[in-house]
């Protein structure tokens, strides 16, 4: 099994879901900067062109960093993450998604569109970037009375939803054109967050 | 088990979702038009704003259409939408992301931006929607390709990938702001979805 990575937030994702189960493999790392994640051989690997992708030993490719978290968990199902009941499941599924869809997929428009990171192969619309900056601030809202009253995103145990919040926090406080207010309860579950060895997983 | 719903791909994603499993229930119609799903109750029920919602008897509410899905697979299990073992949940999990966030997450912010359909409350930026709808075409490509090989979006058995990708590509055909190429392989997989008795689930 290969990993093949380059330094994003999806990556360490990834890295910290590996991390948690105790899982290590070979890896290979892509340079997006040159666009080595949109080559042909790459595409025909992983035609979604994101990175992280994980290649099986037979060949089989699986892209998107929840799908290869998806399949880590079941291969090595503990410590489980992604649910074990069909409540559970679908409690952590919609705190993971409100932490992608609300927060880090808007982090990520604000960074492609406000820096233009991506401008040798996408348009971007600054004005849009702007709007996506406010939306990710805003969320947060969101997750602070969450975590009035819950240990972490989904309830009481760490799962992929938290992953994805401290992934994209981090993210957002390193490219600083999103506002991250301080705000009580997100800093709390931060603090006990970021004392799992996992969090410096690469 | 009440669902909260109203007239949108989202909520079509869950319609089809549970006929294919046979499983009925109360609906409240909600009206987003007005905004009731930002109202303070039903924020308060599910903070993520986003309709369908799903209610349990005990009252526990299940935001985000995927998350409502996880919910209805893990009580009742077949037929199986969402994988059953870890390379097939992963692999139905790439494409339904792929189907999400490279179609159907486009043609929502195409409607949304150049239509200014919820301009009473986001910002709608025009040039950032005809982006949208630009990236939602392009995309079908990879779609095409991927079912010029396989029955399905996700391989050899229908899942939520294909819930997910004939729901969006039905409401891009009805707002009329996203370019739709005729392509034979998807023009065959959609001619052969449309013949499920669950297309027509309301």
Known sequence: MKLYQSPSPNARRV?????????????INIDIRSGENISAPYLAKNPGGGVPMLELDDGTCIGESVAICRYLEGIHPEPNLLGSTALSSAQIEMWQRRAEQKFFFEVAGAFRNITGFF???ETCVKEWGQVCAKKATASLAMFE???????YLAGDTFSIADITLVAAL????????VEIPKLDHIERWYGEVNERPSMSAT
Chains 1, 2 share one sequence.
């Open 15 to 27: 890295h910290i879901f590996m991390a948690e189960k105790g899982i290590d493999c070979e890896r």
């Open 119 to 121: 401008k040798d192969r």
């Open 145 to 151: 009375k969450q975590l009035a009253s819950h240990s």
């Open 170 to 177: 981090d993210f957002a406080k390193q490219i600083k054109v």
